[in-house]
């Protein structure tokens, strides 16, 4: 049973952030739908729902996603589909089912900084940075670097570079509505290329000699091969840290070559 002190829904940031800093019991909820699974007692849950952060919007040379939003509406975002292809869309369309995607927040998916996450892979390869209350825009990469451990940040959103880069996701699980083994995102501006692993069963990381051996022409395979020798893959319950090395060479290759084709 879940054992919740109190319910507040603020309606300003401050308040929310005062919130969050009164105590450690204290927690932002997004979609609740991982907090319900941690069997511990809260404070209060801090509903950020009435600050208005569930809109997906472009503006000043950003595509710029709100923390509120659900991993249902990157779904079926047409704004995002049109920007960046349909890499949003494959990204979390295997995350449980729909009705779980309608709750689950980008804000839960995103803050979190768990290493199976398909967004956090996503954002990564496409050069996201993370709007946090206190500190400003942060990129991806940093942030993911940062231990989570006694922070209590809010986190506003993230916002990707409308630059006319493209990405490509892949991932495999053993099972349909499973964890991944391994995830894979490239993203393509211009002549720079990044591809980003995760599920390693670490968070993720970016292979940039990978990354670079495409941007010099190389061929998806090859790109694929480098990418699996310059990142460290680890065993867990879900598949050894050879089968995740084997399962990069492919899934990488996979995601190069689709943007390649398209490309062309
Ligand atoms: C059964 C199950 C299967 C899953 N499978 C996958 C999968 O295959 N791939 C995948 O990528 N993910 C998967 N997930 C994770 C899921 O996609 C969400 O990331 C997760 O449920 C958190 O989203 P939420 O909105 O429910 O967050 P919550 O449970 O509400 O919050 C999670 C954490 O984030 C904090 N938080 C939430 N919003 C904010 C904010 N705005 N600012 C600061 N802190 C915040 C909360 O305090 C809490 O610590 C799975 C989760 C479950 C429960």
Redesign the pocket.
């Known amino acids: 049973m879940l054992d919740i002190r109190e319910y507040i829904i603020p309606q300003s940031l401050e308040e929310a952030a005062a919130l969050v800093r009164k105590s450690p019991a204290n ?11 941690e069997r511990r007692p809260y404070g209060t849950w801090v509903d ?1 729902s009435a600050l208005g ?1 569930d809109q997906i919007h472009a503006e000043d040379g950003w595509v710029q996603i709100g ?2 939003c659900t ?1 249902r509406m990157l779904e079926v975002s047409e704004l995002l589909r049109e920007t960046f292809g349909s890499c949003f869309a494959d990204c979390v369309s ?3 089912g729909v009705q ?1 995607r309608n ?3 980008v ?3 995103v ?2 900084r ?1 290493g ?4 956090c892979t996503l954002l990564l390869s496409l050069e996201a940075d993370v709007l946090l209350h206190s500190r400003g825009a942060v990129p991806m990469e940093e942030f993911l670097r940062t231990p989570r451990h006694g922070e209590r ?4 959103g993230v916002r990707i570079p409308q630059d006319g880069r493209r990405a490509a996701f892949a991932a495999f ?1 053993r099972t349909a ?4 083994v391994l995830n894979t995102a490239v993203s393509v501006s211009g002549a720079s290329w990044r591809i980003a692993v995760g599920a390693r069963p670490a968070a993720a990381a970016l292979a940039r000699q990978a990354g670079a051996r495409l941007a010099s022409g190389a061929a998806p395979a090859e790109a694929a091969c480098t990418a699996s020798e310059e990142l460290r893959f680890g065993d867990n319950m879900r598949g050894s840290g050879a089968y995740r090395k084997a399962l990069c060479r492919v899934l990488v290759a996979q995601c190069a070559g689709r943007l390649k084709e398209g490309l062309r």
Do not use: K
């Open positions: 927690r932002i909820v997004g979609g609740g739908c991982w907090l319900r699974m950020l952060l923390s509120g991993l295997s995350i449980v779980f709750c689950a927040t804000g839960g998916s803050y979190g768990f199976f996450s398909d967004l940040d809010l986190l506003l699980r509505t499973d964890l991944p």
